[in-house]
């Protein structure tokens, strides 16, 4: 199994705290993304990074902000959580093209009361 | 834009062959590739497809039609431990670099 972690599993946090989710990787590999998922949308992309300190949004960036300071550790923060914020994130890593699949950590289940 | 489709739900009987579409727009085409998820837990990888054809992969195949927009995965011989949903997504790189676009999945169920 790829090395990919996330942490913490599981959170709940009140409307307006901020919450940072943490996704770390032993793998080296170069791309890390954010996904959230919801009953009936699947997974939607909220941002990726391509290398250290190189980060693009998604699909749902609105409310999220994301950093990279080093290869292994990817971090999403919620600077001022909402109900419509409750998901499950999954962090997934990818080398880049070819038949690099992305592999995704265990998951984050946060609830916003 | 982007968008993907696939069925929301399928039935089948343990034993048969069963077939999930997925059609999909996209601007930058570089690969297709499906996953597994059993509920609670993360997707994990089935196959890849990026040049036009059959991939097959033990009782699992998947198909591509980059003309039409299409693929399938076909699952053979089913189980019941098949029962799970099936994620259909398109590597994009029109931005130079690569995001995964997936589609709403699709739950299969297995009867006995």
């Known amino acids: 199994d790829a090395g990919i972690t996330q942490s913490p599993r599981h959170k709940v946090t009140e409307t307006g705290t901020p919450v940072t989710l943490r996704c770390h990787q032993t793998e080296n590999h170069r791309y890390m993304y954010w996904y959230r998922q919801d009953p009936g949308h699947g997974l939607r992309l909220i941002h990726y990074?391509?290398?250290?300190?190189?980060?693009d949004k998604g699909e749902v960036s609105d409310g999220y902000s994301v950093s990279r300071s080093k290869t292994e550790d990817f971090l999403l923060t919620l600077e001022s959580a909402t109900s419509s914020q409750t998901s499950v994130y999954f962090c997934?890593?990818?080398?880049?093209?070819?038949?690099?699949?992305?592999?995704f950590g265990p998951g984050t289940r946060l609830t916003v009361t | 834009g982007q968008n993907i489709d696939q069925p929301t739900e399928m039935t089948a009987t343990e034993g048969a062959i069963v077939q999930i579409n997925c059609t999909y727009q996209?601007?930058?085409?570089?690969?297709l590739f499906w996953y597994q998820q059993h509920a609670g837990e993360a997707p994990t990888f089935l196959s890849y497809?990026?040049?036009?054809g059959l991939e097959e992969k033990g009782r699992f195949s998947s198909f591509l039609s980059r003309s039409k927009g299409y693929s399938y995965l076909l699952l053979k011989e089913l189980q019941m431990k098949d029962s799970a949903s099936y994620l259909c997504a398109v590597r994009d790189d029109t931005s130079g670099t690569y995001k995964y676009i997936f589609g709403t999945g699709t739950r299969l169920k297995v009867l006995a």
């Open positions: 997934a890593i990818s080398d880049g093209q070819g038949e690099y699949e992305q592999y």
């Open positions: 497809n990026v040049l036009d």
């Open positions: 996209t601007s930058g085409f570089n690969g």
């Open positions: 990074s391509y290398g250290v300190k190189d980060t």
